[in-house]
C-alpha cells in the first residue's frame, strides 16, 4: 500500500515567487496534517483537515500561507509570496481515528519536500 | 503554551548497550504518547506509542510513561549502529488536540 506522496520533493524558487507543494494522504486517512520542520524551531504543525473541511489553522505564520483539501485524496500548501524564511522541509501526514481508539494521532508521514527560496 | 523538552544529544552509546531517551511534557492534561525515529534527510517514522502509566515493550524498544511526573521515555535495548538517527518525542494535549512535537534527541550508537 502506498504512504503519504508529496510534490515536489524539492524545490528552489526565488524571493517573491509563488510555492505550491502537494500531498495524496494514505487512502481511507480522514485526518491531514501540514507541518514545517527546521532546525531552530524543530517540527511545526501549520494546519490539519478532518474529512477534508480545515479544524485548525492557527500554525499558519502569516497570510501569506494557505491550504486547501478539495477531496480526500488530495491537499495543497501554498505560499505567495515566498521569502527565504520560508525555507524549510514541508512535511505532510495523515491519520485515522480506529474503532474505539482514543487517540486519532498514530501519523504517518510523506517523504517532505525541501524548500529553498532565495 | 503546550511544551515538549528533549535533550538535544548528542547521545553516544557503545553497540549492544541500552540507549535512554527522555522527555518531559508541560500539559498535564496529555492523554498520548509517542516516539518518531528520523534519520538524516529522512521523514519521522512512528516506532512507538504509550497511552497509559508504566512500560509497553516492542521486541528492542521500551516506553515507560509518568504522567504524574509529567515524564515519558523510551529505552532501546542492544543498541545497533543502525538505530543512530534523531528521536523525537510527541505528546497530544487534553482533549486529543493535535500532537507537539519534541525538537528531538540525536543517537549515535558506536560500533
Known amino acids: 500500500d502506498a504512504g503519504v506522496i508529496q510534490s515536489p520533493r524539492h524545490e528552489v524558487t526565488e524571493m517573491g515567487q509563488e510555492v505550491t507543494l502537494r500531498c495524496k494522504p494514505i487512502s481511507g486517512h480522514d485526518y491531514l496534517f501540514w507541518y514545517r520542520q527546521t532546525m531552530m524551531r524543530g517540527l511545526e504543525l501549520l494546519i490539519y483537515?478532518?474529512?477534508?473541511?480545515?479544524?485548525?489553522d492557527s500554525g499558519m505564520p502569516e497570510d501569506r500561507f494557505s491550504a486547501k483539501m478539495p477531496n480526500a485524496s488530495f491537499s495543497t500548501l501554498k505560499i505567495q509570496p515566498s521569502e527565504p524564511r520560508d525555507s524549510a522541509v514541508y512535511f505532510c501526514?495523515?491519520?485515522?481515528?480506529?474503532?474505539?481508539?482514543?487517540?486519532?494521532?498514530?501519523?504517518?508521514f510523506g517523504p517532505g519536500t525541501r524548500l529553498t527560496v532565495l | 503554551q503546550k511544551e515538549v523538552e528533549q535533550n538535544s544529544g548528542p547521545l553516544s552509546v557503545p553497540e549492544g548497550a541500552i540507549a535512554s531517551l527522555n522527555c518531559t511534557y508541560s500539559?498535564?492534561?496529555?492523554?498520548?504518547f509517542f516516539w518518531y525515529r528520523q534519520y538524516s534527510g529522512k521523514s519521522p517514522e512512528l516506532i512507538m506509542s504509550?497511552?497509559?502509566?508504566g512500560d509497553k515493550e516492542d521486541g528492542r524498544f521500551t516506553a515507560q510513561l509518568n504522567k504524574a511526573s509529567q515524564y515519558v521515555s523510551l529505552l532501546i535495548r542492544d543498541s545497533q549502529p543502525s538505530d543512530s538517527a534523531t528521536y523525537l518525542c510527541?505528546?497530544?494535549?487534553?482533549?486529543?488536540?493535535?500532537?507537539?512535537f519534541g525538537k528531538g534527541t540525536r543517537l549515535s550508537v558506536i560500533a
Open positions: 500539559d498535564r492534561g496529555s492523554q498520548s
Open positions: 504509550i497511552y497509559s502509566n
Open positions: 510527541a505528546v497530544t494535549g487534553a482533549g486529543n488536540t493535535p500532537l507537539v
Open positions: 501526514a495523515s491519520s485515522f481515528r480506529r474503532s474505539g481508539a482514543s487517540s486519532y494521532n498514530e501519523q504517518f
Open positions: 483537515f478532518n474529512n477534508n473541511v480545515p479544524i485548525d
